[in-house]
């Protein structure tokens, strides 16, 4: 999958409707920074650890921006990827390189034993998380350029 053209949006669910007659798909609406952002989440939009949505849940959600959207407000996307977020905790979808530094250079890992390490659909991974599409849980962050993390969680983005 081509990640690099993937938007995130951080929010609470504030709404969970159907769509139409689609009882496989809904629409969601979450409220992140003040706006409110929709998105359809249909039956192939991954939701990490398969975690049933729910309102008041915190949630990152991605988008691919080269797909085209409605020019409507609020703004309505196709989720691609869903997952649940703890309080005060932030995730990143990138490339890291073999030094675990990102792509776009924001962010540098500090992985050590106690970080879980799995790939997309669960399963542990045993080789180096370094040259591959990370999806990456932390908390706390240094003030260094880049800012380094020690991350709760890295799930590796197989192709």
């Known amino acids: 999958m081509a990640y690099e053209t993937y938007q995130i949006v951080t929010g ?4 969970i409707q159907d769509q139409s007659n689609d009882c ?3 629409l969601l609406t979450i409220r992140g920074d ?16 398969n975690t049933m949505l729910r309102l008041g849940m915190r949630i990152a959600a991605f ?8 020019a409507i407000y609020p703004p309505r996307y196709q989720a691609e990827l869903i997952t649940m977020l703890w309080r005060n905790q ?4 990138g490339y890291f390189d073999e030094n675990l530094l990102a792509g776009d250079g924001s962010l540098q890992l ?8 799995t790939t997309a659909n669960g399963q542990r991974f045993s080789c180096s998380p370094g040259n591959e599409m990370l999806l990456v849980y932390y908390t706390a962050v ?7 993390t020690t991350p709760q969680r890295i799930i590796v983005m197989c192709p």
């Open 34 to 49: 003040g706006q409110e952002t929709q998105f359809a989440v249909s039956g192939r939009t991954m939701v990490i650890n």
């Open 24 to 26: 496989c798909s809904k």
């Open 63 to 70: 988008y691919d921006t080269s797909l085209p959207t409605p």
């Open 110 to 117: 500090n992985v050590d034993r106690q970080v879980k390490i």
């Open 142 to 148: 240094t003030r260094s350029i880049p800012p380094m």
């Open 12 to 15: 609470i669910i504030t709404a």
């Open 90 to 93: 932030s995730v990143k979808l």
